[in-house]
């Protein structure tokens, strides 16, 4: 009889071992998902992930090696994060990207929210972001159902920096990690293989010095920012 494709979802990385991953894909698996979230150790402590950078980068090596598709799913923005930490991730997945990585549909980079229930929601009430009267509550939970975890409009700053200075951290991480595919795989058979805009941007974007992209992307994205507020208008 035909053979049924699935997916492994929400699996833990460390679990993810060469021969548990071939036999898989022989049973017909044809993805795993795992919540990397960071590839920051500072970061997956205070996510308390119970993993490890080295965990998540494994796991990414041997759905590679085994040719499972696996896709990136991080989360920014939670208490601790700085432009170090996102430095650290990228420099971390760089060094594992999967070669069947597609920007931008094989990545998710969320910004973090606090869910009622949830160790960070808690946090947000202790320090005030969310008032501690019922209505209070109820405003903030309205506020967040049904929107996209990828939008600056929900997110509560929990981190050092003012909101429009993180602006620019989701499509930093992503030009810098379509920066390390192409660098690993030639840019001009790249080009020949992904003939679309987005990466032709990005060979654009790699000929500058890295601290000039941080610095290009990071403004640009505070006049954004601004400009979404109403502020320039």
Not at 58 to 76: A, E, H, S, Y
Not at 200 to 205: F, K, L, N, P, Q
Request: proline share 3%; with cysteine; charged share 25%.
């Amino acid at each position: 009889g035909k053979k049924l494709n699935w997916v492994c979802s929400a699996t833990r990385a460390r679990t993810v071992k060469e021969e548990t991953l071939r036999a898989w894909k022989e049973s017909g698996c044809v993805h795993v998902n795992s919540g990397i979230e960071s590839a920051s150790e500072k970061m997956l402590e205070v996510m308390d992930k119970v993993t490890s950078v080295q965990d998540n980068l494994n796991m990414l090596l041997t759905c590679n090696k085994v040719d499972v598709f696996t896709g990136l799913t991080l989360l920014v923005g939670m208490p601790g994060e700085s432009d170090e930490t996102i430095d650290e991730t990228i420099d971390n997945l760089s060094k594992a990207l999967p070669d069947n990585f597609d920007w931008p549909f094989d990545m998710a980079i969320n910004y973090f929210q606090a869910v009622p229930g949830t160790p960070g929601y808690e946090y947000a009430r202790a320090v005030g972001m969310i008032g501690d009267s019922i209505e209070a509550e109820e405003h903030y939970i309205e506020n967040i159902y049904n929107v996209d975890a990828n939008e600056l409009g929900h997110y509560l700053n929990f981190t050092d920096l003012e909101t429009e200075e993180l602006a620019y951290w989701r499509n930093y991480i992503m030009l810098e990690l379509v920066t390390a595919y192409m660098r690993k795989h030639g840019i001009l058979r790249t080009l020949l293989h992904k003939d679309i805009p987005r990466y032709r941007y990005a060979a654009v974007y790699m000929l500058l010095p890295r601290p000039a992209r941080r610095f290009l992307l990071r403004y640009l994205d505070v006049v954004r920012f601004f400009w979404t507020a109403g502020l320039f208008r």
